[in-house]
């Protein structure tokens, strides 16, 4: 999975992981600080007003590639 985030970033893709479970969020935080990704988390603690703000902030960044929910 590193190898394929880093060639997407690589490729000036941007990704969006979306998962059921806040848990694997977790598991997925702590494999994206380890691999050094910068990254945005939404998950059911995040307020509409921050959500909405956060996401924008994603879609202008030229380096955060990489976001990551469960289903909100």
Not at 55 to 71: D, E, F, P, T, V
Request: glycine content about 4%; cysteine-free.
């Amino acid at each position: 999975m590193d190898r394929l985030l880093r060639q997407l970033k690589a490729e000036h893709h941007r990704v969006l992981i979306f998962t059921q479970m806040t848990r694997m969020l977790d598991v997925l935080e702590a494999f994206l600080n380890y691999h050094g990704h910068i990254y945005l988390r939404l998950d059911g603690t995040t307020r509409v007003d921050q959500r909405q703000v956060k996401l924008a902030h994603l879609h202008i960044s030229q380096r955060m590639r990489l976001g990551y929910a469960n289903a909100l």
